[in-house]
């Protein structure tokens, strides 16, 4: 990990222009040279997060994903910000636009928005087959063209041996549908619809299927109809 020092820290960050600023103190910035650097707190407290910095676990993310074919960043160094206490990596972007930004293009045409959130439905199976459980699962972390989709924002990401589990599967979902706005484009097309795409592309047993559902149920009471539908399917 390179150390770099203040006045080199402020020159890669001057003219950049900040993306995102999370409550502790930690920044995502694209920089006037075109690549990004996000900045992460380092605990004050000996944690597992001193034993394996949020910095490295992003780098070893973007690594395991791109193993499982799955589009990710480029790496580019990591860097130690010793007068900020932080670190840091620089990378490269996905080239690409996100999905939140394709689906809004798309808001006129509710052919092209269906088809966008049917491949979504299906990326978010072909995570959970790898073992992949990515809490920052929402519209503005996935990035899409018409070949594939990839990840950014990847120390969010999890990695389990073998398939996620029904419980595991439900979790991530209802993560995903926490953000309101990301939310409402599911709910424009039908919770019911989105899900049937998400288990026709996971090839779940029957009874896996029925427990996801019933997980999904209780942790999405507002949803109980669209997915008491889909269940009724499974049986």
Excluded at 6 to 15: C, H, K, L, N, T
Excluded at 176 to 188: K, P
Excluded at 202 to 210: E, I, K, S, T, Y
């Amino acid at each position: 990990m390179r150390r770099v020092s203040e006045s080199e820290y402020e020159g890669m960050v001057r003219d950049g222009e900040v993306l995102a600023r999370n409550d502790d103190g930690g920044i995502t910035v694209r920089c006037a040279d075109g690549t990004y650097l996000k900045v992460f707190r380092r605990p004050r407290v000996f944690s597992s997060a001193r034993l394996r910095p949020l910095s490295r676990r992003f780098v070893s993310a973007a690594e395991r994903l791109k193993r499982f074919g799955i589009a990710s960043v480029e790496v580019l160094e990591c860097i130690r910000v010793p007068h900020l206490r932080m670190d840091a990596v620089r990378y490269r972007g996905l080239p690409g636009a996100s999905l939140s930004a394709r689906l809004n293009d798309a808001a006129a045409d509710p052919v092209t928005r269906a088809a966008w959130l049917q491949e979504f439905a299906r990326f978010i199976a072909r995570l959970h087959a790898n073992g992949v459980y990515f809490r920052g699962l929402r519209f503005d972390n996935v990035i899409a063209n018409e070949e594939w989709f990839g990840l950014i924002d990847v120390a969010a990401a999890r990695f389990r041996r073998g398939r996620l589990s029904p419980r595991l599967r439900a979790r991530n979902v209802h993560h995903f549908l926490r953000y309101e706005a990301d939310r409402a484009i599911v709910q424009e097309i039908g919770a019911a619809v989105f899900l049937r795409w998400y288990l026709e592309a996971a090839f779940l047993p029957r009874g896996d299927a029925q427990r996801f559902l019933r997980r999904l149920r209780r942790s999405e009471p507002a949803m109980a109809d669209d997915v008491d539908m889909v269940l009724g399917e499974q049986t």
